[in-house]
Protein backbone atom coordinates (compact mmCIF):
# COMPACT_ATOMS: atom_id res chain seq x y z
CA UNK A 1 0.00 0.00 0.00
CA UNK A 2 1.04 3.22 -0.94
CA UNK A 3 -1.30 5.83 0.00
CA UNK A 4 -1.61 6.70 3.52
CA UNK A 5 -4.75 5.51 5.63
CA UNK A 6 -6.91 7.71 7.59
CA UNK A 7 -9.95 6.25 9.79
CA UNK A 8 -12.71 8.65 10.56
CA UNK A 9 -15.93 7.56 13.25
CA UNK A 10 -19.02 8.93 12.49
CA UNK A 11 -18.41 9.76 8.71
CA UNK A 12 -21.38 9.20 6.84
CA UNK A 13 -22.85 12.50 7.13
CA UNK A 14 -21.86 16.25 8.48
CA UNK A 15 -18.62 16.95 9.58
CA UNK A 16 -17.47 13.37 9.36
CA UNK A 17 -18.26 13.09 5.71
CA UNK A 18 -16.39 16.33 4.79
CA UNK A 19 -13.36 15.17 6.67
CA UNK A 20 -13.30 11.79 4.98
CA UNK A 21 -13.75 13.79 1.29
CA UNK A 22 -11.29 16.34 2.22
CA UNK A 23 -8.55 13.52 2.93
CA UNK A 24 -9.55 11.42 0.05
CA UNK A 25 -8.90 14.75 -1.93
CA UNK A 26 -5.42 14.90 -0.21
CA UNK A 27 -4.05 11.39 -1.05
CA UNK A 28 -5.40 9.30 1.95
CA UNK A 29 -7.42 6.03 1.58
CA UNK A 30 -10.14 5.88 3.78
CA UNK A 31 -12.20 3.35 6.66
CA UNK A 32 -14.97 5.49 7.25
CA UNK A 33 -17.92 3.96 10.39
CA UNK A 34 -21.35 4.99 10.41
CA UNK A 35 -24.04 3.68 13.30
CA UNK A 36 -27.67 3.68 11.27
CA UNK A 37 -27.29 6.14 7.96
CA UNK A 38 -25.99 3.04 5.54
CA UNK A 39 -27.36 4.72 2.24
CA UNK A 40 -25.11 8.21 3.38
CA UNK A 41 -22.47 5.58 3.85
CA UNK A 42 -22.17 3.62 0.82
CA UNK A 43 -22.87 7.51 -1.28
CA UNK A 44 -19.86 8.78 0.70
CA UNK A 45 -17.72 5.14 -0.42
CA UNK A 46 -18.90 6.19 -3.75
CA UNK A 47 -17.86 9.64 -4.13
CA UNK A 48 -14.16 8.54 -2.60
CA UNK A 49 -13.80 6.14 -5.01
CA UNK A 50 -14.53 8.41 -8.18
CA UNK A 51 -11.62 10.32 -6.46
CA UNK A 52 -9.78 7.76 -7.31
CA UNK A 53 -9.04 6.90 -3.13
CA UNK A 54 -10.21 3.43 -1.43
CA UNK A 55 -12.92 3.24 1.02
CA UNK A 56 -13.61 1.09 3.36
CA UNK A 57 -16.84 1.19 5.44
CA UNK A 58 -17.98 -0.76 9.18
CA UNK A 59 -21.25 -0.17 10.45
CA UNK A 60 -20.72 0.09 14.42
CA UNK A 61 -22.39 1.64 17.58
CA UNK A 62 -19.64 3.43 20.13
CA UNK A 63 -22.08 2.98 22.66
CA UNK A 64 -21.26 -0.30 23.19
CA UNK A 65 -17.58 -0.14 23.14
CA UNK A 66 -16.35 -3.76 22.87
CA UNK A 67 -17.00 -3.02 19.19
CA UNK A 68 -13.89 -1.28 18.85
CA UNK A 69 -12.11 -4.81 18.02
CA UNK A 70 -13.74 -5.11 14.86
CA UNK A 71 -11.87 -1.68 14.27
CA UNK A 72 -8.49 -3.33 14.56
CA UNK A 73 -9.53 -6.65 12.68
CA UNK A 74 -10.18 -4.06 9.68
CA UNK A 75 -7.04 -1.52 11.02
CA UNK A 76 -4.31 -4.60 11.35
CA UNK A 77 -4.48 -5.49 7.69
CA UNK A 78 -3.43 -2.90 6.40
CA UNK A 79 -0.56 -2.81 9.37
CA UNK A 80 -0.11 0.80 10.23
CA UNK A 81 -3.12 3.76 10.44
CA UNK A 82 -1.39 7.15 9.36
CA UNK A 83 -4.40 9.45 10.73
CA UNK A 84 -6.94 8.75 13.10
CA UNK A 85 -10.22 11.24 13.22
CA UNK A 86 -12.35 10.56 16.38
CA UNK A 87 -15.62 12.40 15.44
CA UNK A 88 -18.54 10.40 16.03
CA UNK A 89 -20.86 12.47 18.41
CA UNK A 90 -23.87 11.98 19.96
CA UNK A 91 -25.88 14.88 21.31
CA UNK A 92 -29.71 14.85 23.37
CA UNK A 93 -30.77 17.87 25.05
CA UNK A 94 -32.62 17.73 27.68
CA UNK A 95 -33.11 19.39 31.15
CA UNK A 96 -30.52 17.65 33.42
CA UNK A 97 -33.48 16.65 35.79
CA UNK A 98 -34.41 14.00 32.96
CA UNK A 99 -31.07 12.41 31.97
CA UNK A 100 -31.07 8.86 33.37
CA UNK A 101 -27.91 6.64 33.46
CA UNK A 102 -28.99 4.99 30.54
CA UNK A 103 -28.72 8.39 28.72
CA UNK A 104 -25.68 9.44 30.39
CA UNK A 105 -24.12 6.27 29.78
CA UNK A 106 -24.75 6.74 25.86
CA UNK A 107 -23.67 9.95 25.63
CA UNK A 108 -20.51 9.50 27.65
CA UNK A 109 -19.37 6.22 25.74
CA UNK A 110 -19.91 7.63 21.99
CA UNK A 111 -18.70 10.99 22.60
CA UNK A 112 -15.68 10.60 25.45
CA UNK A 113 -15.15 6.79 26.29
CA UNK A 114 -14.81 5.45 22.51
CA UNK A 115 -12.09 7.74 21.71
CA UNK A 116 -10.37 6.86 24.53
CA UNK A 117 -10.10 3.23 23.82
CA UNK A 118 -10.03 3.89 20.38
CA UNK A 119 -6.41 5.62 20.85
CA UNK A 120 -5.39 2.79 23.62
CA UNK A 121 -6.48 0.31 21.01
CA UNK A 122 -4.84 1.57 17.54
CA UNK A 123 -2.01 3.61 18.62
CA UNK A 124 0.46 0.80 18.05
CA UNK A 125 -0.72 1.03 14.78
CA UNK A 126 0.02 4.64 14.28
CA UNK A 127 3.40 4.58 15.53
CA UNK A 128 4.47 2.78 12.52
CA UNK A 129 3.35 5.63 10.75
CA UNK A 130 6.34 7.44 12.39
CA UNK A 131 4.49 10.97 12.21
CA UNK A 132 1.13 9.78 12.60
CA UNK A 133 -1.29 12.24 14.05
CA UNK A 134 -4.91 11.78 16.16
CA UNK A 135 -7.56 14.26 15.79
CA UNK A 136 -10.39 14.45 18.09
CA UNK A 137 -13.67 16.42 17.79
CA UNK A 138 -14.52 18.29 21.02
CA UNK A 139 -16.93 21.02 21.02
CA UNK A 140 -17.24 24.65 22.26
CA UNK A 141 -19.64 23.61 25.18
CA UNK A 142 -16.75 21.35 26.39
CA UNK A 143 -15.43 24.80 27.17
CA UNK A 144 -18.27 26.73 28.00
CA UNK A 145 -20.65 24.56 29.68
CA UNK A 146 -23.92 23.16 28.71
CA UNK A 147 -27.49 24.45 30.03
CA UNK A 148 -28.94 22.34 27.88
CA UNK A 149 -26.85 19.07 27.44
CA UNK A 150 -24.65 19.02 30.50
CA UNK A 151 -23.77 15.53 29.84
CA UNK A 152 -22.87 16.04 26.22
CA UNK A 153 -20.91 19.16 27.85
CA UNK A 154 -19.33 16.87 30.44
CA UNK A 155 -18.01 14.56 27.74
CA UNK A 156 -16.80 16.94 25.18
CA UNK A 157 -14.27 18.95 27.97
CA UNK A 158 -13.16 15.09 28.88
CA UNK A 159 -12.28 15.23 25.39
CA UNK A 160 -10.26 17.97 26.17
CA UNK A 161 -7.98 16.58 28.83
CA UNK A 162 -7.76 13.39 26.85
CA UNK A 163 -6.16 15.15 24.39
CA UNK A 164 -3.70 16.54 26.35
CA UNK A 165 -3.38 14.02 28.36
CA UNK A 166 -2.09 11.49 24.80
CA UNK A 167 -0.34 14.49 23.07
CA UNK A 168 1.74 14.06 26.08
CA UNK A 169 2.09 10.00 26.22
CA UNK A 170 2.55 9.51 22.30
CA UNK A 171 4.99 12.03 21.82
CA UNK A 172 7.41 9.41 22.43
CA UNK A 173 5.64 7.34 19.57
CA UNK A 174 6.06 10.64 16.75
CA UNK A 175 2.38 10.50 17.71
CA UNK A 176 0.58 14.34 17.47
CA UNK A 177 -2.81 14.66 19.33
CA UNK A 178 -4.44 17.47 18.79
CA UNK A 179 -8.13 18.55 19.00
CA UNK A 180 -10.56 20.89 17.24
CA UNK A 181 -13.20 22.68 19.09
CA UNK A 182 -16.04 23.09 16.91
CA UNK A 183 -18.87 26.15 17.66
CA UNK A 184 -22.61 26.28 15.97
CA UNK A 185 -21.44 24.57 12.70
CA UNK A 186 -24.14 23.65 10.11
CA UNK A 187 -24.83 20.01 10.44
CA UNK A 188 -27.97 17.12 11.34
CA UNK A 189 -26.83 17.51 14.74
CA UNK A 190 -27.74 20.78 15.23
CA UNK A 191 -29.97 21.65 12.64
CA UNK A 192 -32.63 21.55 15.22
CA UNK A 193 -31.34 23.62 17.60
CA UNK A 194 -30.79 25.91 14.75
CA UNK A 195 -34.65 25.87 14.03
CA UNK A 196 -35.44 26.06 17.96
CA UNK A 197 -33.05 29.12 18.44
CA UNK A 198 -33.82 30.55 15.52
CA UNK A 199 -30.93 30.84 13.08
CA UNK A 200 -30.90 35.14 13.12
CA UNK A 201 -30.94 35.03 16.83
CA UNK A 202 -27.77 32.65 16.83
CA UNK A 203 -26.13 34.39 14.52
CA UNK A 204 -26.01 37.84 15.93
CA UNK A 205 -24.18 36.20 19.06
CA UNK A 206 -21.45 35.30 16.73
CA UNK A 207 -19.09 37.76 16.08
CA UNK A 208 -18.58 36.89 12.73
CA UNK A 209 -22.22 37.28 11.99
CA UNK A 210 -22.42 33.37 10.28
CA UNK A 211 -22.99 29.84 11.17
CA UNK A 212 -19.88 27.88 10.34
CA UNK A 213 -19.51 25.11 7.76
CA UNK A 214 -18.46 21.85 8.00
CA UNK A 215 -15.50 22.81 5.92
CA UNK A 216 -14.39 24.61 8.12
CA UNK A 217 -13.44 22.19 10.84
CA UNK A 218 -12.28 19.68 7.75
CA UNK A 219 -9.68 22.16 6.44
CA UNK A 220 -8.36 22.62 9.76
CA UNK A 221 -8.44 18.73 10.16
CA UNK A 222 -6.15 18.04 6.50
CA UNK A 223 -3.64 20.79 7.90
CA UNK A 224 -3.58 18.70 11.41
CA UNK A 225 -2.91 15.70 9.48
CA UNK A 226 -0.39 17.07 7.05
CA UNK A 227 3.36 17.64 7.66
CA UNK A 228 2.74 21.36 7.59
CA UNK A 229 1.35 20.43 11.85
CA UNK A 230 4.61 18.53 12.75
CA UNK A 231 5.75 20.98 15.55
CA UNK A 232 1.78 21.09 16.70
CA UNK A 233 0.68 18.70 19.62
CA UNK A 234 -2.03 19.08 22.61
CA UNK A 235 -3.58 21.78 21.32
CA UNK A 236 -7.40 22.85 21.23
CA UNK A 237 -8.37 24.08 17.57
CA UNK A 238 -11.12 26.08 18.33
CA UNK A 239 -13.48 27.64 15.35
CA UNK A 240 -16.20 29.64 16.36
CA UNK A 241 -16.54 32.79 14.60
CA UNK A 242 -15.20 34.25 17.73
CA UNK A 243 -18.18 32.32 19.95
CA UNK A 244 -16.88 32.02 23.46
CA UNK A 245 -20.73 31.82 25.29
CA UNK A 246 -22.62 28.78 25.99
CA UNK A 247 -25.46 28.06 23.58
Same mark, same amino acid.
Given at each position: ????????????????? $?????????? @??? !?????????? *???????? /???????????? /?????? =??????? #?? +?????????? /???? @??????? +?? #???????????????????? #????????????????????? #??? =?????? &??? @? $?????????????????? *?? =?????? &????????????????????????? $????????????????????? $??????? !??? =???? !?????????
Amino acid at each position: MTNKLSLITGASNGIGR $AIAIDLAKNG @YDI !IATFNKDKKS *ALSLKKEI /NKLGMSCELLKI /NFSKIN =QINQLEK #IV +KKYKKLDVLV /NNAG @YLNQMPF +KK #INFSEWEKTININFSSIFFL #IQTLSKYIEKSHNGSIINISS #IGG =QTGGTK &APH @Y $AAAKLAVISLTKSFANIL *AA =QKIRVN &AISPGVIETKLVRKFIKKEGRNNIE $AKIPLGKIGNVLDISNSVVFL $ASEKSRY !ITG =QIIN !INGGLYSGW
